[in-house]
């Protein structure tokens, strides 16, 4: 998948859940962003992508119950997000509101039965989904799964 396939999908998943929340994201002119656009293309959609991730973000940290009711579709946000940090965020919000399992097993899901993409994107938001090591116990048989279907995928 290209690079501007890629940033579509996950600014059109970033758009559903933005609108499941209620929420618009008003994009102001911004010269800078124009200037670096010029230079390097496609920064003004990464830049945009960026913002609309910090509001849906904000909303889903501020109300658990929000993020738990909405917890399918911040999971196909983060199975658009093949950035390496990024997804941090709204894994951040939902491991708050389901906790690592349910979190941990969404992203499985992803890796076991998504396209190659989502389960690209998976595989990067594991990394924010596990929890301390003094915990890491309890999901055991989550880690196992994914080092499977991970070891599936290189074959």
Not at 37 to 55: E, L, N, S, V, W
Request: charged share 25%.
């Amino acid at each position: 998948m290209r690079q501007d396939e890629r940033h579509a999908a996950q600014e059109a998943a970033l758009d559903a859940l933005l609108a499941a929340l209620g929420l618009e994201h008003h994009e102001q002119p911004d010269e800078r962003v124009a200037r670096l656009d010029a230079q390097a293309p496609g920064y003004a959609r990464h830049h945009r992508i960026g913002h609309k991730r910090q509001t849906a973000y904000r909303a889903l940290e501020a109300d658990r119950a929000l993020t738990a009711r909405h917890a399918d579709l911040v999971v196909q946000a983060l199975a658009a997000d093949d950035d390496p940090t990024s997804p941090s965020w709204l894994t951040r919000a939902l491991l708050a509101a389901i906790g690592h399992r349910r979190t941990m097993e969404a992203l499985l899901t992803l890796l076991e039965h998504g396209t190659p993409h989502q389960r690209t994107c998976a595989a990067a938001a594991w990394h924010w989904a596990r929890p301390p090591a003094h915990h890491a116990t309890a999901v055991a048989d989550l880690d196992t799964r994914f080092r499977e279907a991970v070891t599936r995928e290189a074959e």
